[in-house]
C-alpha cells in the first residue's frame, strides 16, 4: 500500500526570511565598505589636522602659499568650467540634434580624456609647449611662458575636464528629440530665442550637474597638473600640489589642514551633486508619467 505525500507550503514569512538575510547582508557590507574606505578617511583627516590645535591648524591654512595654491585653483576652475560649459552645451547639441560624417569620432574624441592617463596629457602638453618642445622657440622669441605657469595649469585642467558637461548633456537631448525647437521655429522663434527659452529649461538641471561634476574634477585635478605646474611655491602650486609638497616634508599637520580645506570644498560640491541629481531624477519621473 503505496503512501501518499502532500507537500505543505511554507509560510510566507519563511519564504522571505532568507530574502531579508540577503538583502541585510548586502546593506551591511555596502555600509562596511562605505566606512572603511571613504568615512574613516575622512576622519583621519580631520583628526590629523586638528591633531596640534586649532590655532595650529588655522594658521597652516592662511599661510600664504596655502592662500595662493587655494587662489591658483579657484582661478583654474573659474577659466576652465565655463570654457567645458561652452564646449559641452555645443557639442551636445550638435551630436544630438543633427546626424553628420564623424559623429561617432567626435563622441569618441570627448570621451578620450577618460581613457587617456592624466599624465600623459601633462607630458603631451611640455612636448609641445616646453622649452624642448615643438613650440618652444617660438613662445621663447615671443616671450610667452605656458609649461610652469598658469596657462599650462589651466590647459591640463581643460583637458582632463572636457568630457563631464558634454557627456551629461548628450543622452539628455536626445532623450528630449526635437520636438519642442521644431515647433518653436515654426513659430517663428530665432535661434537665439528657441535656445534660451526652449532648450536651456529643458537641459537646466542636466547642465547643472554637468557643472558640479566638471568643478569637483577640476579642484582635484593632480597627475596633469603635477607635470606642467614645475611645482614653484606661491606661483604654481594649486592646493593638491601643496598638500604633496608639505606631506613630502613631514609636516604633516599643515598637510592635513589644507587637505581638509579641500575636504570642506568637496563635501559643498557633493551637496551640489545629490541636489541636482534628485531634480534631474524628479523631472525624469514627472516626464515619465505624462
Not at 109 to 134: K, N, W
Not at 266 to 274: M, Y
Amino acid at each position: 500500500m503505496s503512501s501518499l505525500s502532500v507537500a505543505v507550503p511554507l509560510p510566507a514569512v519563511a519564504r522571505q526570511a532568507p530574502l531579508q538575510w540577503g538583502r541585510l547582508t548586502l546593506i551591511g557590507a555596502a555600509w562596511s565598505v562605505f566606512a572603511f574606505f571613504l568615512l574613516l578617511p575622512l576622519v583621519i583627516v580631520l583628526t590629523e589636522a586638528l591633531q596640534a590645535g586649532v590655532g595650529t591648524f588655522f594658521s597652516a591654512i592662511f599661510e600664504p602659499d596655502a592662500l595662493a595654491a587655494l587662489r591658483l585653483t579657484l582661478l583654474a576652475v573659474a577659466i576652465s568650467v565655463p570654457l567645458n560649459v561652452l564646449f559641452g552645451v555645443a557639442a551636445a547639441w550638435y551630436v544630438s540634434k543633427y546626424e553628420f560624417r564623424g559623429k561617432s569620432i567626435l563622441v569618441t574624441l570627448i570621451d578620450l580624456p577618460f581613457s587617456v592617463s592624466p599624465v600623459i596629457a601633462g607630458l603631451v602638453y611640455v612636448l609641445l609647449f616646453g622649452a624642448q618642445g615643438l613650440f618652444g622657440d617660438w613662445l621663447q622669441e615671443h616671450d610667452i611662458q605656458i609649461i610652469f605657469a598658469v596657462p599650462g595649469i589651466v590647459l591640463a585642467t581643460l583637458f582632463v575636464t572636457v568630457p563631464f558637461v558634454a557627456r551629461e548633456l548628450i543622452p539628455l537631448m536626445q532623450e528630449q528629440g526635437t520636438q519642442e525647437e521644431e515647433a518653436a521655429r515654426l513659430l517663428g522663434a530665432s535661434g537665439w530665442s528657441m535656445f534660451w527659452h526652449v532648450t536651456v529649461p529643458n537641459i537646466r538641471w542636466g547642465l547643472i550637474y554637468g557643472v558640479v561634476l566638471c568643478t569637483a574634477r577640476a579642484m582635484g585635478e593632480f597627475g596633469a597638473v603635477s607635470v606642467v605646474s614645475g611645482h614653484i611655491r606661491g606661483l604654481t602650486n594649486t592646493l593638491p600640489l601643496h598638500v604633496e609638497i608639505l606631506y613630502n616634508e613631514y609636516n604633516h599637520v599643515a598637510a592635513f589642514s589644507v587637505a581638509s580645506l579641500l575636504l570642506a570644498l568637496a563635501l559643498v560640491i557633493l551637496l551640489l551633486k545629490q541636489w541636482s541629481e534628485s531634480r534631474i531624477n524628479r523631472l525624469r519621473h514627472s516626464g515619465a508619467e505624462e
